[in-house]
């Protein structure tokens, strides 16, 4: 199983990003998929996830800014960043659970200025 985790940058507060990962290695259509965030000195946490039917959820901070979303044809899963704020500064990472076990991603920095 391979994530490839890309879109990260340098970004203005306020305005947007998109976020990919590409996964290899699994039936990408039946797993539910999750992206997860690690700001600077803190621990890695949850932000989003997208089932294998396409039901979303998301921490309640970003729940009105971001957007996660899948192509299944494609294998690519989606992060949709608006109004980004200094504390979305993180590397973000995804995350696929197979067979018990978790795959993650290589991560994507986010990096906000003021």
């Known amino acids: 199983v391979q994530l490839q985790a890309s879109g990260g940058g340098l970004v203005q507060a306020g305005g947007s990003l998109r976020l990919s990962c590409k996964a290899s290695?699994?039936?990408?259509?039946?797993?539910?998929m999750n992206w997860y965030r690690q700001p600077p000195g803190n621990e890695r946490e949850w932000v989003a996830g997208?089932?294998?039917?396409?039901?979303?959820t998301y921490v309640d901070a970003v729940k009105d800014r971001f957007t996660v979303s899948r192509d299944n044809v494609r294998r690519i899963m989606y992060l949709q960043i608006d109004r980004l704020k200094p504390e979305d500064a993180a590397v973000y990472y995804c995350?696929?659970?197979?067979?018990?076990?978790?795959?993650w991603g290589q991560g994507t920095q986010v990096t906000v200025s003021s």
């Open positions: 995350k696929v659970q197979r067979s018990g076990a978790d795959f």
């Open positions: 290695g699994i039936n990408f259509k039946l797993h539910d």
């Open positions: 997208i089932t294998s039917g396409g039901t979303t």
